[in-house]
């Protein structure tokens, strides 16, 4: 069993940035695909961003503003949130896939963590 718990959520006016970060648990990190996740009010879950060995995915709304990264030294991936914008406010989710191979649908994922609220103001 995984878990994983994020942090770096907050509020921050349009234009600012933040970084969140994800801790899991577990000897077998550097294996698992990881992604980022959100959900914002009367809206479904929505892919982010993944990363895999080497390779890193965006959603195109975040493309050129976000990076994500991980550190398997410490069993943490982290996002890098830059240029936010309102439309960017949400619950922020890090799930973890059983596999290094990247997909980006909700269902392949193994593992979530709670969730950190990022609230950007106009």
């Known amino acids: 069993q995984v878990q994983l718990v994020e942090s770096g959520g907050g509020l921050v006016q349009a234009g600012g940035s933040l970084r969140l970060s994800c801790a899991a648990s577990?000897?077998?990190?550097?294996?698992?695909?990881m992604g980022w996740f959100r959900q914002a009010p009367g809206k479904e879950r929505e892919f982010v961003s993944a990363i895999g060995w080497s390779s890193t995915y965006y959603a195109d709304s975040v493309k050129g503003r976000f990076t994500i990264s991980r550190d398997n030294a410490k069993n943490t991936v982290y996002l890098q949130m830059n240029s936010l914008k309102p439309e960017d406010t949400a619950v922020y989710y890090c799930?973890?896939?059983?596999?290094?191979?990247?997909?980006?649908?909700?269902?392949?994922?193994?593992?979530w963590g709670q969730g950190t609220q990022v609230t950007v103001s106009s």
């Open positions: 577990g000897r077998t990190f550097s294996s698992y695909a």
């Open positions: 799930a973890a896939r059983r596999t290094s191979a990247v997909v980006i649908t909700i269902p392949q994922y193994d593992y």
